[in-house]
T-cell receptor
């Protein structure tokens, strides 16, 4: 089972450039999430989706956009990258939350904005 | 505002030692989860605790949920180098989304 697949694994952007991070899950999960992980900050939720065609803002949504056109895919976009967006980005998916199943995470995308 | 505080932030020990990691909050959580993250990978779920006072064991790892459901601890007995990683607690607080703690980075030396 592939689980949650993120592409690319690494990327270097120049300030002002745009890019899209791709996340795909094959577990038929309804919920999908995008987090960023920075040293000493833990995981912070950027945006999330409770089903196909839905998106919602998380804790740190500014500078990011998302789309969930298909149930299995959740895309994270950076329209105009800034050095403050240098981070490791994780996608996750889950069944209905608040259960014992927890989240399944991808292996991350390390993004550097110079 | 960080709802879940973990301590210690860093822990470096020798193989065979015991250790405890704490996850504390002033808020009540309906459930708490513990994850382990290895370098270059995403977090992987270890356990979920739901009932106040609940204790779960996973081989040499013992997880406890506080009676008031505001805190949790992870105790590792006879740590091994394979236990090295970042340990994250996470809880559902009044929403349908997980709130993650600040993390404890554990290094176990042979």
């Amino acid at each position: 089972n592939a689980g949650v697949t993120q592409t690319p694994k690494f990327r270097v952007l120049k300030t002002g450039q745009s890019m899209t991070l791709l996340c795909a899950q094959d577990m038929n999960h309804e919920y999908m999430y995008w987090y960023r992980q920075d040293p000493g900050m833990g995981l912070r939720l950027i945006h999330y989706s409770v089903g196909e065609g839905t998106t919602a803002k998380g804790e740190v949504p500014d500078g990011y956009n998302v789309s969930r056109l298909k149930k299995q895919n959740f895309l994270l976009g950076l329209e105009s990258a800034a050095p403050s967006q240098t981070s490791v980005y994780f996608c996750a998916s889950s069944y209905i939350p608040n259960t014992s199943y927890g989240y399944t995470f991808g292996s991350g995308t390390r993004l550097t904005v110079v | 505002t960080q709802l879940l505080e973990q301590s210690p932030q860093f822990l470096s020990i020798q193989e065979g030692e015991n250790l405890t990691v704490y996850c504390n909050s002033s808020s009540v959580f309906s459930s708490l989860q513990w994850y382990r993250q290895e370098p270059g990978e995403g977090p992987v779920l270890l356990v979920t605790v739901v009932t106040g006072g609940e204790v779960k064991k996973l081989k040499r790892l013992t997880f406890q949920f506080g009676d008031a459901r505001k805190d949790s601890s992870l105790h590792i007995t006879a740590a091994q180098p394979g236990d090295t990683g970042l340990y994250l607690c996470a809880g559902y607080y009044n929403t349908d989304k997980l709130i993650f703690g600040t993390g404890t980075r554990l290094q176990v030396f042979p």
